[in-house]
Structure formats: C-alpha cells, structure tokens
C-alpha cells in the first residue's frame, strides 16, 4: 500500500492559481487516483479523479477549472487549480484506490482570501 504526500497549498486571491502535488511512495501506475477536499464545518467531497488508463473526471464545481494528471514514472499526481473562489478553502486530500487498497494523504490546506 502506498503513502501519500500532499503539497503546493497556501494562500492565495481570488481569481488566481495553485498547483496540487501528490507525491507516492511506491508504484501508482494501477490506482485510481483521487483528489478531495473537506472544508470547515462540512463533509469530505470528491474533486476529481483519473483512473490507471488516465480518464478523467470532475465535480461540477471544478469541471473548467481544474484540472487532474498523474505521472506514473514520477509516482505523482497533481491537481492544477484556476480561477479559485473563496468557497474553494478547504484542506485538500490525495487518495489512491486499488481493489481493497486505500490511501489517503494528510491534506494540504488551500485559502482563497483577499
């Protein structure tokens, strides 16, 4: 099973950009990798994933927005954000999914904020 490390959160305005990374310590290349994000207050929910034959998919809210990739070579995956809205903040979670194999990171913290 693999470890996940999250990077690339901080702060940033409205309108502007982050990249996610996602970083693996064993092989990813036949997991379904995920993104997610939980904000205060409210339920972990899904952002977007891209399986191991690298389709892609979205929640309406990031569908235009963001945008999901991994590298298998690298074992990493990251999530590019644009035109963030303050209702983006939230800690953002990597999950790696395989059979019964589950893994999470332990989240990178985005804050949309002028």
């Known amino acids: 099973q693999v470890q996940l490390v999250e990077s690339g959160g901080g702060l940033v305005q409205p309108g502007g950009s982050l990249r996610l990374s996602c970083a693996a310590t064993?092989?990813?290349?036949?997991?379904?990798m995920s993104w997610y994000r939980q904000a205060s207050g409210k339920q972990r929910e899904l952002v977007a994933q891209?399986?191991?034959?690298?389709?892609?998919g979205y929640a309406d809210f990031a569908r235009g927005r963001f945008t999901i990739s991994r590298d298998n070579a690298q074992n990493t995956m990251d999530l590019e954000l644009n035109s963030l809205k303050p209702e983006d903040t939230a800690v953002y979670y990597c999950?790696?999914?395989?059979?019964?194999?589950?893994?999470w990171g332990q989240g990178t913290q985005v804050t949309v904020s002028s």
């Open positions: 064993g092989s990813i290349s036949r997991y379904q």
């Open positions: 999950n790696a999914q395989f059979m019964w194999l589950d893994s």
């Open positions: 891209i399986s191991s034959t690298d389709i892609t």
